[in-house]
């Protein structure tokens, strides 16, 4: 059963965050440059919201907002929903499904741990998927 750690072991923890107090536009311009469509919005070690792409699009374009004089906590999601690093990527699937998210920030007690994203369970869920086959067809002809 593939888990949460194990797609953070492939693909890294590395989380861009931001503070609720920064404006729209150093958010977007750190977007930009570490080319990620979510930061993590965070005080201290305390994981307060996250701000995407979607967001900004309907918050502040939508609303003909200025992106210099908005602050992250005005246009963020402040109920975030998180996983931990020791659940399957199926609960994660579901999880996301249902509550119709593309993030999932992965926290450890009260440690923010990575974040994970659609693509990367849906890549881990092809590979065990493509895995289980493979196992299969080696026990249907004996491994021939």
């Known amino acids: 059963m593939t888990t949460v750690r194990h797609i953070l072991q492939e693909k890294g923890n590395r989380v861009w965050t931001t503070s609720p107090d920064a404006s729209v536009r150093d958010a977007v311009r750190l977007m930009d440059e570490s080319n990620v469509g979510v930061l993590v919005v965070s005080k201290g070690d305390e994981v307060v919201g996250i701000v ?47 509550k119709h998210i593309r993030h999932l920030p992965v926290v450890d007690g009260a440690k923010l741990a990575g974040l994970i994203s659609i693509g990367d369970v849906v890549k881990a869920m092809i590979v065990e998927k493509e895995s289980l086959i493979k196992e299969l067809q080696n026990y249907i002809t004996g491994g021939r």
Do not use: G, N, W, Y
């Open 52 to 98: 995407s792409e979607r967001d900004i699009a309907r918050k502040l374009i939508l609303k003909e907002r200025s992106s210099s004089s908005t602050l992250v906590k005005d246009i963020m999601t402040p109920e975030v929903i998180t996983i931990a690093s020791e659940q399957s990527i199926d609960e994660c699937m579901a999880l996301m499904t249902s």
